[in-house]
């Protein structure tokens, strides 16, 4: 969606590892990228990204001259942030968790390479600060001695060894602090960098998120990660550059989608955009603020989400108010979003008209799209299931095959196969029990 400048749903891929999408096969070589767009408008820029990338997608194929990326076939996926190659499985030194480091190098040489000499467009998607977290030993500790914060407990400051594995990876406020000041450092290192080469003021800088926080709470926002309540679809975005408004809030809705035609826009292309996208130009409301206008092709922002893990969800927000609508129950909500963004008021039963306008307008995008449809990718996830499981009893007969007689390793392909299999079971008994969900 950021790459492409079109919705999730659009692209017909609307969560992390969409079971439709990867059955469907589906590749983004041929659309227009960010890279696409600003090679298009001067052929002499130069394009990089590095870090996590794009599921089912090298980035090399969608218009990158310069990547990370660290198989020889495949993404950059979550466990490279944790792993030095994933076919080995040997952990990142403890000088570079999550690879902040390593991100933080690889930008700083290519703008220290690129900056000044000829145009260039960088991405930096970091792998922090997905789970399961990780950090410099040194910080933590710098946190450590710092007053203790709101959200902090005993349990943050024990020692590691005696914490829950789950709160190590998932919810120790002192690594996740030291996490997010790693990653600050990579982005100030970014900022030298672009200042040595004296191309800090002819640069756009966009600092921005993929989704909301997942380690909660998310100030007065209701939910976070993995839901459409506004906790997991507001994300920080911050911009500097030349013609940028300084030290402005703006409370114009933006959506990542509207990244590409922006820079299609700042990079003054005479090529004519993709006809079919969601997004517009970003560059009235970087520049004038409230003032600014971004004009879109579709109404309002769709958010579809037909996921097979959660409650499957289509939202809306058009205008001051959004509405959302479970696909298997039909239980709706909405809210004003700009006077309510706490969402703590449900106004489906005294203004069902509103409800209607939404809905209306949600439903025709979804039928222009194709979306896909929540019983689709419940059959999609059973079939992937019976594919792995099949893939395990093919593997446990080549091990048997191995093993020539040897019963020490035959136990260990039975053990193996016997845990494979009633783990594709409780997959399968967890989705039978999300498609009985009514609630959201």
Not at 182 to 195: F, M, Q, T, Y
């Amino acid at each position: 969606s950021i790459q492409f400048g079109k919705t999730p749903g659009r692209l017909g891929y609307t969560f992390v590892h969409d079971v439709l999408a990867l059955q469907r096969k589906l590749e983004w070589k041929d659309e227009t990228s960010l890279a696409d767009v600003v090679k298009a408008a001067d052929p002499n820029y130069i394009t990089a990204h590095f870090g996590k990338g794009m599921g089912n997608e090298r980035m090399e194929t969608i218009g990158y001259d310069v990547t990370d990326e660290l198989e020889p076939h495949g993404d950059n996926g979550n466990f490279h942030g944790e792993y030095i190659s994933i076919k080995n499985r040997t952990k990142l030194p403890p000088d570079n968790p999550k690879r902040m480091a390593s991100l933080r190098k690889s930008s700083v040489d290519f703008v220290n390479a690129h900056g000044g000499k000829r145009p260039f467009l960088m991405m930096v998607s970091h792998y922090a600060v997905h789970v399961p977290h990780a950090a410099r030993a040194d910080l933590i500790e710098k946190y450590r001695k710092l007053p203790r914060g709101k959200f902090l407990t005993d349990s943050d400051y024990l020692p590691v060894d005696e914490m829950p594995k789950g709160k190590v990876i998932s919810s120790w406020r002192l690594q996740y602090a030291a996490m997010l000041e790693e990653c600050d450092e990579g982005l100030g290192a970014i900022v030298a960098a672009l200042k040595k080469t004296g191309q800090l003021d002819n640069t756009l800088i966009i600092f921005t998120s993929d989704n909301g926080g997942g380690l909660g709470p998310n100030g007065i926002l209701r939910g976070g990660k993995a839901n459409l309540y506004e906790g997991g679809l507001r994300v920080p975005f911050v911009v500097a550059g030349p013609g940028v408004k300084a030290g402005a809030q703006c409370d114009v809705p933006v959506s990542q989608w509207d990244l590409l035609p922006t820079l299609h826009d700042y990079a003054k292309s005479a090529q004519s955009l993709p006809k079919d996208l969601d997004g517009a130009s970003l560059r009235g409301v970087f520049e004038q603020g409230n003032a600014g206008e971004v004009k879109r092709p579709v109404e309002g922002f769709v958010f579809h989400y037909p996921c097979y893990f959660a409650p499957p969800l289509t939202v809306i927000r058009l205008g001051d108010y959004k509405l959302m609508e479970h696909h298997l129950s039909g239980e709706q909500k909405l809210f004003n979003v700009k006077t309510d963004y706490a969402e703590k008021t449900n106004l489906i039963e005294s203004m069902p008209e509103k409800a209607s306008e939404l809905r209306t307008v949600m439903m025709r995008y979804l039928d222009a799209i194709d979306a896909e449809d929540v019983q689709d990718v419940y059959k999609a996830r059973f079939a992937g299931l019976d594919h792995f499981e099949l893939m395990a009893r093919q593997n446990h007969k080549k091990s048997i095959e191995r093993a020539r007689g040897n019963q020490k390793l035959i136990g260990e392909a039975d053990a193996r196969l016997k845990e494979q299999l009633e783990r594709f079971e409780r997959n399968r008994q967890e989705c039978r029990a999300n498609m009985q969900g009514k609630t959201f």
